[in-house]
Protein backbone atom coordinates (compact mmCIF):
# COMPACT_ATOMS: atom_id res chain seq x y z
CA UNK A 1 0.00 0.00 0.00
CA UNK A 2 1.29 3.34 -0.84
CA UNK A 3 1.64 5.74 1.62
CA UNK A 4 1.69 9.69 0.44
CA UNK A 5 2.79 12.68 2.41
CA UNK A 6 2.16 16.40 1.75
CA UNK A 7 3.73 19.50 3.22
CA UNK A 8 4.49 22.66 2.02
CA UNK A 9 1.26 24.85 2.66
CA UNK A 10 0.30 27.55 5.12
CA UNK A 11 -1.17 31.07 4.86
CA UNK A 12 0.17 33.56 2.33
CA UNK A 13 -0.83 36.55 1.35
CA UNK A 14 -2.78 37.10 -2.18
CA UNK A 15 -0.03 37.53 -4.88
CA UNK A 16 2.35 35.43 -3.41
CA UNK A 17 3.76 31.97 -3.58
CA UNK A 18 3.85 28.48 -1.64
CA UNK A 19 5.21 24.86 -3.41
CA UNK A 20 3.35 21.74 -2.19
CA UNK A 21 5.33 18.74 -1.72
CA UNK A 22 4.29 15.18 -2.07
CA UNK A 23 6.35 11.87 -0.86
CA UNK A 24 5.56 8.82 -1.82
CA UNK A 25 6.41 5.75 0.78
CA UNK A 26 7.76 3.69 -2.35
CA UNK A 27 9.12 3.72 -5.65
CA UNK A 28 6.27 5.31 -7.97
CA UNK A 29 7.80 4.33 -11.37
CA UNK A 30 4.68 2.25 -12.49
CA UNK A 31 2.46 4.82 -11.60
CA UNK A 32 -0.15 6.02 -14.64
CA UNK A 33 -0.24 9.46 -13.20
CA UNK A 34 0.80 11.85 -10.29
CA UNK A 35 -0.80 15.15 -9.24
CA UNK A 36 -3.06 17.17 -7.09
CA UNK A 37 -7.00 17.82 -6.03
CA UNK A 38 -8.05 20.47 -3.64
CA UNK A 39 -11.32 21.05 -1.89
CA UNK A 40 -12.69 24.12 -0.39
CA UNK A 41 -15.04 24.62 2.29
CA UNK A 42 -18.26 23.73 1.41
CA UNK A 43 -17.17 22.33 -2.29
CA UNK A 44 -16.70 19.50 -3.73
CA UNK A 45 -13.01 18.09 -4.56
CA UNK A 46 -11.92 19.96 -7.90
CA UNK A 47 -8.63 18.30 -9.81
CA UNK A 48 -5.44 20.77 -9.90
CA UNK A 49 -2.60 19.28 -11.97
CA UNK A 50 -1.10 15.80 -12.60
CA UNK A 51 1.32 15.00 -14.87
CA UNK A 52 1.47 11.10 -16.34
CA UNK A 53 3.70 8.51 -17.11
CA UNK A 54 4.75 9.75 -20.39
CA UNK A 55 5.15 13.80 -18.92
CA UNK A 56 1.83 14.59 -20.53
CA UNK A 57 1.00 17.31 -18.10
CA UNK A 58 -2.72 18.89 -17.91
CA UNK A 59 -3.94 22.22 -15.39
CA UNK A 60 -7.49 23.10 -14.27
CA UNK A 61 -8.67 26.60 -16.30
CA UNK A 62 -8.26 28.46 -13.35
CA UNK A 63 -4.51 27.61 -12.06
CA UNK A 64 -3.54 27.58 -15.77
CA UNK A 65 -0.14 29.89 -16.25
CA UNK A 66 0.25 30.18 -12.48
CA UNK A 67 0.53 26.92 -10.73
CA UNK A 68 3.14 24.38 -12.15
CA UNK A 69 3.57 20.64 -11.71
CA UNK A 70 7.24 19.07 -11.56
CA UNK A 71 8.14 15.73 -10.21
CA UNK A 72 11.42 14.11 -9.22
CA UNK A 73 11.13 10.33 -10.00
CA UNK A 74 14.70 9.51 -7.85
CA UNK A 75 12.97 11.09 -4.92
CA UNK A 76 9.36 9.51 -5.61
CA UNK A 77 8.30 12.70 -4.98
CA UNK A 78 6.55 15.66 -7.08
CA UNK A 79 5.61 18.94 -6.32
CA UNK A 80 3.09 21.82 -6.73
CA UNK A 81 4.93 25.31 -7.48
CA UNK A 82 1.92 27.60 -6.60
CA UNK A 83 2.52 31.63 -8.08
CA UNK A 84 0.08 34.81 -7.87
CA UNK A 85 -2.19 32.84 -5.50
CA UNK A 86 -5.40 34.41 -4.83
CA UNK A 87 -8.07 33.96 -1.87
CA UNK A 88 -10.00 31.14 -4.17
CA UNK A 89 -7.31 29.38 -4.03
CA UNK A 90 -7.91 28.70 -0.31
CA UNK A 91 -8.51 25.01 -0.24
CA UNK A 92 -7.07 21.70 1.30
CA UNK A 93 -4.82 20.33 -1.35
CA UNK A 94 -4.49 16.20 -2.06
CA UNK A 95 -1.63 14.68 -3.73
CA UNK A 96 -2.52 11.36 -5.69
CA UNK A 97 -0.76 8.76 -7.81
CA UNK A 98 -2.97 5.96 -9.64
CA UNK A 99 -1.04 3.08 -10.47
CA UNK A 100 -2.26 -0.21 -12.17
CA UNK A 101 -5.90 1.54 -11.92
CA UNK A 102 -5.52 2.02 -7.88
CA UNK A 103 -5.71 5.32 -6.57
CA UNK A 104 -3.75 6.91 -3.56
CA UNK A 105 -4.09 9.91 -1.81
CA UNK A 106 -2.52 11.95 0.83
CA UNK A 107 -4.09 13.21 4.19
CA UNK A 108 -4.26 16.83 2.69
CA UNK A 109 -2.16 19.99 3.27
CA UNK A 110 -4.44 23.54 4.24
CA UNK A 111 -3.56 26.41 1.77
CA UNK A 112 -4.74 29.94 3.10
CA UNK A 113 -4.58 32.90 1.32
CA UNK A 114 -5.71 35.94 2.89
CA UNK A 115 -4.00 39.54 3.80
Known amino acids: QVQLVESGGGLVQPGGSLTLSCVAS????????VGWYRQAPGKQREFVARITRIDNRAYADSVKGRFTISEDNAKNTWYLQMNNLMPEDTAVYYCFTTISIQNYWGQGTQVTVSS
Open 26 to 33: ESISGRAA
